[in-house]
């Protein structure tokens, strides 16, 4: 069974800081292509960025330079950096994962969500 539990979310100012990680467990992680995604209040959930099982990234233009994705195959962790907040980054922050060889659409897992608001 995969397990996918992210963490870091929280409070920050506009202008601040966050790392969210994902930790995943089941399957061989070097396997996965995995992905964070947004639900901003009363939206619909987007990608924000994706990294493939070889390191390959790609990024939502609303957040390219300022977001960073990365992975540590060692730790079965998934990692996104987020530099420069703004408040429409608000939302629940999803992490998911797919096998190397799936629909780049389509992600089979997925964690519970973790909270991230962006206030003064």
């Known amino acids: 069974q995969v397990q996918l539990v992210e963490s870091g979310g929280g409070l920050v100012q506009p202008g601040g800081s966050l790392r969210l990680s994902c930790v995943v467990s089941g399957g061989i992680f070097s396997n996965y292509a995995l992905a964070w995604w947004r639900q901003p209040p009363g939206s619909q959930r987007n990608l924000v960025a994706a990294?493939?099982?070889?390191?390959?990234?790609n990024y939502a233009d609303s957040v390219t330079g300022r977001f960073t994705i990365s992975r540590d195959n060692a730790k079965n962790t998934v990692y996104l950096q987020m530099n420069s907040l703004e408040p429409e980054d608000t939302g629940v922050y999803y992490c998911?994962?797919?096998?190397?060889?799936?629909?780049?659409?389509?992600?089979?897992?997925w964690g519970q969500g973790t909270q991230v608001t962006v206030s003064s």
């Open positions: 998911a994962a797919r096998y190397y060889y799936d629909d780049p659409n389509e992600y089979r897992y």
């Open positions: 990294i493939t099982s070889g390191g390959n990234t």
